[in-house]
């Protein structure tokens, strides 16, 4: 069984949620840690006070995943003094290393968003504010004749030639290829100082900029001749759109209030607050984890009856209701708490069909600090 290093850890996060994906104000990835440490147990928590680093330490957990950054904005001392100093100290005395992925984990690809989303119900979704788009490339590739279906199979494999919901897209044309081997050349064909001409194929295919360089490795070793000749073209083409916020749409109108009780019991919630009357009806509805103050605007362009979020102030709301948004608030921690079971379930998953036989626990004592009464 082989060892896990904390660096591979990073390199699944990545995987999982890209940090190219996170906003520009966010601070993601390895927070406190070395890559090449050894990890046994991981521990995945929404939020890391002192009583999650304490539950960690008598756990003998290695490494920690949380949702929020544990260091967010820049600090000048690590003392302890302050609450955060005291909690660095005592997480690199006990060799435990913390990786965040936040925003990046908000907008990608069946991350948080897209898991609050489904809870709900909605299985489809549209974004509320798109903040990236993956850039698309062309490959073309000039490849002698018999090795143009085992080549196109390997880029393929890599990840090239999907279009919507089609693989192995590609398109082929055969020619003539011409070149002279050269003194010091190992020629696949033909021999050094005389022109060849050898019958080949222009292999076309698309490929995500994600996607590039395993592509291009793959086509390269595929490939008989010592020297390859591809050409890579950026297309004005866009790629996989990301973004923050969702959008649903509900199959029948419902009044705000039902639908406010409905989002208490399927978030398993204490308590929920509405901001409109309680027979307004709804049936568009956007979502936002987390705090959806910023994103009360958007969600009304996006066409939104009402947003579900958390951490919504008074004013924010008022102005909401003038706008003609009505709002849910499902409080931080209730919009955000599933990201402990969901990225826990992803990374046991890729863990084991990696062949790693490590432990992840979900923290229990990461729970809401607010009480009703
Ligand atoms: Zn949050």
């Not at 005389?194 to 996607?211: A, F, H, W």
């Not at 947003?307 to 004013?315: C, F, K, M, W």
Request: aromatic residues 8%.
């Amino acid at each position: 069984m082989a060892q896990l290093k904390c660096g591979t850890v990073v390199s699944i996060m990545d995987s999982i949620a890209p940090r190219k994906l996170a906003e520009e104000w966010d601070n993601v990835g390895l927070i406190i840690g070395d890559s090449s440490s050894n990890v046994n147990k991981i521990m995945v928590s929404l939020d890391l006070p002192v009583w999650v680093v304490d539950e960690a330490v008598e756990n003998n957990v290695d490494m920690i995943i949380t949702h929020h950054p544990i260091i967010f904005n820049p600090i000048k001392k690590i003392n302890s003094d302050t609450a955060l100093g005291k909690k660095i100290i005592k997480l690199i005395k006990n060799n435990i290393s913390v990786y965040s992925s936040h925003t990046n984990y908000d907008i990608a690809q069946n991350g948080l968003n897209d898991i609050f989303a489904k809870q709900l119900g909605f299985e489809k979704t549209e974004i509320i504010k798109t903040t990236s788009q993956e850039k698309l490339f062309k490959i073309v590739v000039y490849i002698p004749e018999g090795f143009e279906d085992k080549i196109l199979e390997e880029m393929s494999k890599a990840g090239a030639g999907c279009i919507g919901n089609y693989s192995n897209c590609s398109f082929r044309v055969k020619g003539t290829g011409t070149f002279q081997p050269m003194e010091g050349a190992n020629p696949f064909i033909g021999q050094v100082d005389r022109l060849e001409k050898v019958d080949e194929y222009r292999l076309e295919t698309i490929v995500p900029e994600s996607k590039l360089n395993q592509v291009i490795k793959a086509m390269l070793a595929a490939h008989p001749y010592e020297e390859v000749a591809y050409d890579v073209y950026e297309l004005k083409n866009q790629g996989q759109s990301y973004g923050l916020g969702r959008i649903g749409y509900l199959e029948n109108e419902i009044t705000l209030s039902s639908y406010a009780s409905f989002i208490k019991k399927t978030l398993n919630l204490e308590n929920i607050r509405f901001y409109g009357p309680s027979d307004a009806l709804i049936k568009t509805v956007a979502m936002l984890n987390g705090s959806g103050n910023s994103f009360i605007n958007a969600a009304r362009h996006a066409g939104a009856d009402v947003i579900i979020t958390g951490d919504l102030q008074y004013h924010q709301a008022l102005d909401a209701l003038e706008e003609g948004i009505y709002a849910i608030d499902a409080g931080h921690f209730g919009t955000e708490k599933i990201m402990i079971k969901a990225l826990s379930d992803c990374l046991r998953n890729i863990l084991e069909k990696n062949g790693y036989n490590v432990e992840v626990i979900e923290s229990k004592t990461n729970t809401d600090i607010m009480k009703n009464v």
